[in-house]
């Protein structure tokens, strides 16, 4: 695991302001030109992010997971914007795994999340397009012997004195030649694209069945695996009978890895059938004795007990021992599957010196140095491609690297190139979750209807507890993902205290879509709906300038109501929350 | 051998009779444009048509499609009005479920060619989108049907 993600989510978002002005163009090209040398194209690749062919094609490689969010053209869009291109010969790329396409902001890791495409890759991509088209301009001028200034370019082609024209494709060699500028300025004026709804580049290509998703690779001589997996979390192969399995028409090869037995067979469904008839002895190991309820019991225990102070202003604790009424509630959520669409599935054909793998992944540095790990390669000897991710939700951003790291174990005992796919049941039953949290709040008012003190202990395991992330995301004993949402409310309110037990077990557990906003939305959301005073303010008793900003729900100060956007009043006990995440 | 016609094209392939039709499309046509999902007819996004009929490949055995014909995504025209109304609305998003989706769709307007809110609820009631697209597969029926939609129509 990368040494480089020694940031916590919020710093990570802290520290762009300052990761944003040094950005640097990378000024190689690690297999875009390459690919366009095969070709017989002389192309003009002034960066990690772009490259422009003689036949006027636009490539933006980019260096973001497609997982229904769009990036295939947001991201295109920041560089054509600049570049002053046609957007219509624009085209995209799935980026490869090296240090020009690791997160602006999230230190040396190429990986897609947090809802920070757009954002943490606006100014590199805008200025990567810039230095395009100075460079485009510069060419033309120098072809016509003109100042820069005098040149503009617009859809594609530069425009000179005397109505004078060359198109990107015809300035290409000439541009490739020149140096990259250090400081390129970025236009002024209306933007062109940025804005402006337009058609998705991959929508096409996800209508007629022709993009790939991971569990979609082929190549010659490729087998297919499932694995059968212990029946609990931490589980071990004791022993195991293949013999019927193995009798299976289509069934190759049946082999034991750290994850369980796979069946390895030239397609799925001979895979399956293979595993329904293996014989296997389990070590369930201590996970055995892990329980829903038992879980239940100890989480409720801790609960009523003191944790780790996450924050504190004022001093809910005195505050609500003095209060007259006291709002007290008890909040579950359980454990909660991805569940992606497409699940979970990797391929890998592993040689003596190299590996490949293509799945989709949102981890790209984690998975492939993982992989390394495994196969007792360098990193650098292990490719790994980027394909279509039939839904991501964090699932793909695993910090175990579980679904490439059980394939390439596969593909060290097959020796043959393979493609691991799960069911949908290996997909829910194997994890990772979003934890099961048990929650307690309590709440008071002042003389106004208006929060006084809230105290709020939360209890549930660190996505992050014995992984690489734990050294620098979990500080004094609190996991910031685990009071994400709850530490950091919006809500202003003069005594608060926030409070953290992070029990822990054999149930793998990982960040999913939003994180800590995921559950805390719903607890603060409820039990403001609860404390709130029924009748003139409705059932939202924190309004917006509580908390020094504006509500996407309120119309103004005057209005505590939301039901002039919601379309209906929320019952008592359905809180409209106020959000920032 | 069984043999049977695929987007018009006759196909005859040597597997045990039980296996899914998904995995002969997938794996010995490779026509993967059909999608795994489930497993057990429970997502729709390994719908093709059998006979004109939307059926989950994922649980037809191959073997009761013999002298069938069976049209999948690919086999789908360019132009389909189905396919224009997709991109029109931009109804994908991951698109891992979208082809499931679309021959769902086609097969609704085949029987029902200017179908209500109703009927396209109840058609597509099989079809499970994680990513929730499906105020616009919605609309993009209802255009496909040739029902004029606002522009910006009511999202849903």
Known sequence: MSKGSTLSRRQFIKTSALAGGGLLLACHLPFGARDALAAGKTVFAPNAFLRIGTDESVTVIVNKSEMGQGVYTSLPMLIAEELCCDWKRVTFQASPVAAEYNHAQFGPIMVTGGSTSVRSEWERLSLAGAAAREMLIAAAAGQWKVGPAACRAENGIV??????QLSFGQLAAQAARLPVPKAPTLKSGAKKLLGKPLHRLDSPAKINGTAIFGIDVAVPGMLTVVIARPPVFGGKVKSFDATKARAVPGVYSIVEIDAGVAVVADGFWPALKGRELLEIVWDEGAGARVSTPAMREEYAGLAATPGLVARRDGDAVAVLAKAGKRYEVEYEVPYLAHAPMEPLNCFVDLKSDSCLIRTGSQFQTVDRNAAARVAGLKPEQVTLETTFLGGGFGRRACTGSDYVVEAVQVAMKVKQPIKVIRTREDDMRAGY?????????????????????????IVGQSIVAGTSF???????????????GAANTPYAIPNLQVELH??????????????????????NGELSGRTGP?????????????TGQTSPYSQGAGDRCPKSRLGYTPAQGMGTGHRRA | ???????????RVDVTPETPLLWVLREKLGLTGTKFGCGEGLCGACTVHIDGLPQRSCITPVGDVQGKRVLTIEGLPENHPVKRAWLDQEVSQCGYCQPGQIMTAVALLEKKPRPTDADIDSAMSGNLCRCGTYGRIRRAIHIAGGKPVPKGGKKS
């Open chain 1, 159 to 164: 425009h000179g004195p005397g109505d004078r």
């Open chain 1, 534 to 546: 029924p009748g003139r303010q409705g059932p939202v008793p924190v309004p917006p300038h509580a």
């Open chain 1, 502 to 523: 992070s029990p822990r077990n054999a149930v793998p557990v990982l960040w999913w879509r939003s994180v800590g906003h995921s559950p805390y939305g719903l607890r």
């Open chain 2, 1 to 11: 051998m069984i043999d049977f016609t695929v987007n018009g094209k006759e196909q």
């Open chain 1, 470 to 484: 734990e050294s620098a995301m979990v500080k004094d004993g609190i996991d910031d993902t685990s009071v994400e």
């Open chain 1, 433 to 457: 979750y979003r934890p099961m949290w048990y929650d307690r709040l309590a709440a008071c008012l002042d003389g106004k209807g208006m929060p006084l003190a809230w105290q709020h202990r």
